[in-house]
T-cell receptor, first 109, second 115 residues
Framework: GQNIDQPTEMTATEGAIVQINCTYQ??????LFWYQQHAGEAPTFLSY????GLEEKGRFSSFLSRSKGYSYLLLKELQMKDSASYLC??????????FGKGTSLLVTP | EAGVAQSPRYKIIEKRQSVAFWCNPI?????LYWYQQILGQGPKLLIQFQNNGVVDDSQLPKDRFSAERLKGVDSTLKIQPAKLEDSAVYLC?????????????FGPGTRLLVL
C-alpha cells in the first residue's frame, strides 16, 4: 500500500519563501508529482521528479530523495495568487497516482 | 487546445436516487481517469480506462458505481443508488498514453451533494 503525508495547513507572507514537505511510503515508485488546486477548481500540474535532486521551474522548485521517501515543493517570491492547496502524488508500480490529502497554503499581505 | 470537459458542474440529489456524470477528455488522449475528491482530501482514483478497456477499478465501489467508455472517447460514471457519503467532487482526467510518468489533465469536476 501507500502512505503519503503532508502538512494540513501553512501560512506565509507575500514575497517570502515557503517549503511544503511530503513524505511517502510506497510499494514500487514511478515518480512524484506536485499539483496545485485553487478552491473550487481542478488540480493543475506543477512538477514531476523521478530522479533524486532538485528540479527548478521559475518560482517553483521540487526536490526528491528516493532513499528517504521525501520530497518538498519550494515556492519563492510568494504572491497572493499562490494561496491554494498543494497536492503531493506518488506513482506506484501499477498505473495509478496516489494523492496525499493536500497542504492548504494561505499567503497573507 | 480544448481541455477536459465535464457535465453537469453541480448536482443535488436525495439518497437512494441515481445520478450520472459525463466526461469528454482532451482529443487524442487514450487514457481517462475518474477520481473522487471528498472535501479536505486529495483525489482518490475510482477507475482508469485505456481506450475503451478498464485498466484499474480496484477502488470503485462496484455495488453502486459503474462507468463506461464505449467508443474509447467520452465516458459516463453512474451512481445507483447514492448514499450520503458519496457527496464529493468527481474529477475526470486524461493523459496521452497512460504512462504513470505522464501529466494528467483534469476537468473542472462535478460537485455532488447527496441529501
Amino acid at each position: 500500500g501507500q502512505n503519503i503525508d503532508q502538512p494540513t495547513e501553512m501560512t506565509a507572507t507575500e514575497g517570502a519563501i515557503v517549503q511544503i514537505n511530503c513524505t511517502y511510503q510506497t510499494s514500487g515508485f514511478n515518480g512524484l508529482f506536485w499539483y496545485q488546486q485553487h478552491a473550487g477548481e481542478a488540480p493543475t500540474f506543477l512538477s514531476y521528479n523521478v530522479l533524486d535532486g532538485l528540479e527548478e521551474k521559475g518560482r517553483f522548485s521540487s526536490f526528491l530523495s528516493r532513499s528517504k521517501g521525501y520530497s518538498y515543493l519550494l515556492l519563492k517570491e510568494l504572491q497572493m495568487k499562490d494561496s491554494a492547496s498543494y497536492l503531493c502524488a506518488v506513482g506506484n508500480s501499477g498505473y495509478a497516482l496516489n494523492f496525499g490529502k493536500g497542504t492548504s497554503l494561505l499567503v497573507t499581505p | 487546445e480544448a481541455g477536459v470537459a465535464q457535465s453537469p458542474r453541480y448536482k443535488i440529489i436525495e439518497k437512494r436516487q441515481s445520478v450520472a456524470f459525463w466526461c469528454n477528455p482532451i482529443s487524442g488522449h487514450a487514457t481517462l481517469y475518474w477520481y473522487q475528491q471528498i472535501l479536505g482530501q486529495g483525489p482518490k482514483l475510482l477507475i482508469q480506462f485505456q481506450n475503451n478497456g478498464v485498466v484499474d477499478d480496484s477502488q470503485l465501489p462496484k455495488d453502486r458505481f459503474s462507468a463506461e467508455r464505449l467508443k474509447g472517447v467520452d465516458s459516463t460514471l453512474k451512481i445507483q443508488p447514492a448514499k450520503l457519503e458519496d457527496s464529493a467532487v468527481y474529477l475526470c482526467a486524461s493523459s496521452l498514453t497512460g504512462g504513470v510518468q505522464e501529466t494528467q489533465y483534469f476537468g473542472p469536476g462535478t460537485r455532488l451533494l447527496v441529501l
